[in-house]
């Protein structure tokens, strides 16, 4: 294959695992995200530093503060060590939206976030063919900014198909 061609189908290849790991998040669909990631890569996601295999629990037991998330993917750059090589470096931008649920004493909340995935991917077995094998080595989690905002507004009406975590939802199913 052409190395113009190749190196198009790995960026699309590694876009891909970004928007994998978004639905993975937001679906909590831990199996998803688990799959973008190499065996003992790293993650630096804030309060949690340490190996994937720790970092899933560590998400499940966080999502349970939010009654849902929504992850934006902007600008992605993805750049490669050199013409041959199995590693390459991507910086995503990303809003996220996370619900917190109201009680008695206060309206439901959204926690909105600016942030980049700043990650080291790496294609471990340099015989797979393009755009196969990548996936994430090591995460950066980069904060510019956030905010905290109260929801005064009613909820959607029954007639609409609501999105659920798990495998409840309608991605999932593909009706």
Same mark, same amino acid.
């Given at each position: ?12 290849a ?10 993975g998040?937001?679906r ?16 630096h ?14 998400v ?9 998330t ?7 750059l993805?750049?490669f060590d ?5 590693? &390459? ?7 996220a939206f996370? +619900?917190?649920? %109201? $009680? @008695?004493?206060?309206?439901? /909340?959204?926690s ?5 995935y ?19 080595a ?9 905010r905290?905002?109260?929801?005064? &507004? ?9 999105? +659920?975590?798990? %495998? $409840? @939802?309608?991605?999932?199913? /593909?009706?």
């Open positions: 294959m052409d190395h113009s061609l190749r190196r198009l189908v790995d960026r699309q590694i876009h891909d695992v970004l928007l994998r790991y978004c639905r998040i937001d909590l669909d831990l199996d998803l995200v688990r799959q973008c990631y190499h065996p003992g890569a790293r993650d996601h804030g309060a949690f530093v340490g190996p994937v295999e720790d970092f899933l629990p560590w499940a037991e966080q999502v349970t503060r939010f009654e849902s929504t992850h934006f993917l902007g600008n992605v993805v750049e050199d013409d041959n090589s199995t590693v &390459a470096w991507s910086e995503a931008y990303c809003v996370h +619900r917190l649920a %109201g $009680d @008695d004493q206060r309206l439901p /909340r959204d909105i976030a600016g942030f980049r700043v990650d080291r991917f790496e294609r471990r077995d340099p015989a797979a063919p393009p755009g196969e094998g990548w996936r994430i090591d995460r950066r989690v980069v904060v510019d900014w956030n905290l905002d109260e929801i005064d &507004a009613p909820g959607f009406s029954p007639s609409y198909l609501l999105g +659920r975590r798990g %495998g $409840d @939802d309608p991605v999932v199913d /593909r009706w």
